[in-house]
């Protein structure tokens, strides 16, 4: 099969400094393909004519524009626009309402850390109601004196181990509270209990994003050249989890890290019960509180569309009688 295409090239005018540049027209491009004997002939060919033919300088249409009517009194000066964003942003930006909550201090003779916050102190009040509170309870969690900002909220405890190396903190730890979400079932409130555990690296050197990410683990990494025993224990922390702990500062904040942690644990697959009925798909009633009638209603029993087809023969008979 061979293509044959013919084109023809367009010169532009001169351009003078009061007109844009005009062009000559432009002939026919014509594209055709054609087959070899012995082949059917599928395609008798695609041709086209193009032509334009600008004579004059192009006269592009003006942008619309909007039109705003204002009155006389907007041209005063006590009823001028304040533009100033820069302003605007220092007064929205109040900071995250975590900070502060889980704040690790140095202490050389500090093996084991216990912290408690509640969720209202971490931004997840959303999360806390009286059905996280009972729960949370129920499992011997409770609210320290040391929380005063929300001292009826959801308690989140945090237990953490501190590892000491050359010049690292590694801290691991377990999350436990508990959040409130929607049955998958029923749609109800339900408590759904965290226990979530986590690492963080402490290095007094700054933490830089690596330029290859490593996504899994690769087997026979273990025996590379120039790499120490604690670098290897070291190498399955995120970088985000990686945090600069320079000597000189003696407390940082890890509340962000905590917050992330339960904010993880959202999910749309919670249920209440194990024996949980569920809603009905038709009028909404929550089968664990009541029976609804829409299960016993009398399926048709005819042929679809043709069930009653003998009954409107009948009709049809009887009118013409």
Not at 15 to 40: D, V
Not at 123 to 142: E, I, N, Q, Y
Not at 194 to 219: A, R
Request: hydrophobic residues 30%; proline residues 5%; negative net charge.
């Amino acid at each position: 099969m061979s293509l044959v295409c013919s084109l023809s090239c367009v010169a532009p005018l001169p351009q003078t400094k009061q007109s844009r540049p005009s062009f000559l027209k432009l002939e026919t491009c014509t594209l055709s393909l054609s087959s070899p004997a012995g082949y059917p002939n599928f395609t008798t060919g695609i041709r086209k004519h193009i032509s334009y033919l600008f004579t004059e300088p192009i006269k592009l249409p003006r942008l619309a524009k909007s039109r705003i009517l204002v009155s006389q009194e907007s041209f005063t000066e006590t009823s001028t626009i304040d533009m100033d964003w820069e302003d605007q942003e220092e007064i929205e930006d109040t900071g995250s309402p975590w900070e502060g909550s889980v704040m690790y201090r140095r202490n050389a003779s500090v093996t084991h850390v216990e912290y408690c916050t509640t969720l209202e102190r971490l931004g997840l009040g959303r999360l806390s109601t009286d059905v996280s509170k009972k729960r949370a309870s129920a499992m011997g969690l409770r609210v320290t004196k040391d929380v005063k900002d929300y001292p009826d909220g959801t308690p989140v405890q945090v237990s953490v181990d501190v590892i000491r190396k050359k010049k690292k903190l590694r801290l691991d730890g377990i999350v436990r509270t508990v959040i409130t979400l929607g049955c998958n079932r029923c749609g109800e409130s339900t408590g759904e209990s965290i226990f979530s555990n986590f690492s963080l690296l402490l290095t007094e050197e700054p933490v830089e994003e690596p330029d290859v990410i490593d996504l899994g683990f690769t087997f026979g990494n273990d025996k590379e050249e120039g790499e120490d025993d604690d670098d290897n224990d070291d190498s399955w922390i995120d970088w985000e989890d990686k945090l600069h702990f320079p000597p000189e500062v003696k407390e940082i904040d890890i509340s962000k890290h905590i917050r992330d942690l339960v904010h993880l644990e959202i999910t749309i697959t919670a249920i209440c019960d194990s024996a949980c009925k569920g809603m009905c798909l038709k009028c909404g009633a929550n089968l664990n509180k009541r029976k609804c009638d829409c299960g016993r209603e009398e399926k048709d029993k005819g042929y679809g569309p043709l069930g009653n087809l003998r009954e409107q023969m009948q009709q049809k008979e009887g009118l013409r009688n």
